[in-house]
C-alpha cells in the first residue's frame, strides 16, 4: 500500500505561480512513477504530468513549458510547479502513483491516488 497526501493548491491571479507537493508513504517510493492528473467540474480526468524513478518528465501539452514535475526520492514526495497560470488551470489536482519503471497518461494505469487539492485561477 502507498498513501499518498497533496497540499500546496489554493487561489491564485492568473499569472500567478503554486507548488503542489504529494507526500508518499508505505512502499519503497522510488520504485514508482508518480503522475499529476487534473478534473475540473463537469470534465473527465486528464493528465497533467509524470515522472519515472530515473527522474524522465512527461507532459500534456497544455502545460508544456509552464509546469514542472519533479520528486526528492530521499523525502518521498513529489512537486509540480505551476507558473503562468491561467483561469483554465482551475481543477482539483491528484497525485497517483503506479508500480514499476514505466509512466503513463492514462488515469487507469495508476493505482495508488491522493485525495485531491484544489487550485483555483482567478481571470
Known amino acids: 500500500q502507498v498513501q499518498l497526501v497533496e497540499s500546496g493548491g489554493g487561489l491564485v491571479q492568473a499569472g500567478g505561480s503554486l507548488r503542489l507537493s504529494c507526500a508518499a508513504s508505505?512502499?519503497?517510493?522510488?520504485?514508482?512513477?508518480m503522475g499529476w492528473f487534473r478534473q475540473a467540474p463537469g470534465m473527465e480526468r486528464e493528465f497533467v504530468a509524470a515522472?519515472?524513478?530515473?527522474?524522465?518528465?512527461y507532459y500534456a501539452d497544455s502545460v508544456k513549458g509552464r509546469f514542472t514535475i519533479s520528486r526528492d526520492n530521499a523525502k518521498n514526495t513529489v512537486y509540480l510547479q505551476m507558473n503562468s497560470l491561467k483561469p483554465e488551470d482551475t481543477a482539483v489536482y491528484y497525485c497517483?502513483?503506479?508500480?514499476?519503471?514505466?509512466?503513463?497518461?492514462?488515469?487507469?494505469?495508476?493505482?495508488?491516488w491522493g485525495q485531491g487539492t484544489q487550485v483555483t485561477v482567478s481571470s
Open positions: 497517483a502513483a503506479r508500480q514499476g519503471v514505466a509512466v503513463t497518461t492514462t488515469s487507469r494505469d495508476y493505482v495508488y
Open positions: 508505505g512502499r519503497t517510493f522510488s520504485n514508482y512513477g
Open positions: 515522472i519515472r524513478w530515473s527522474g524522465t518528465t
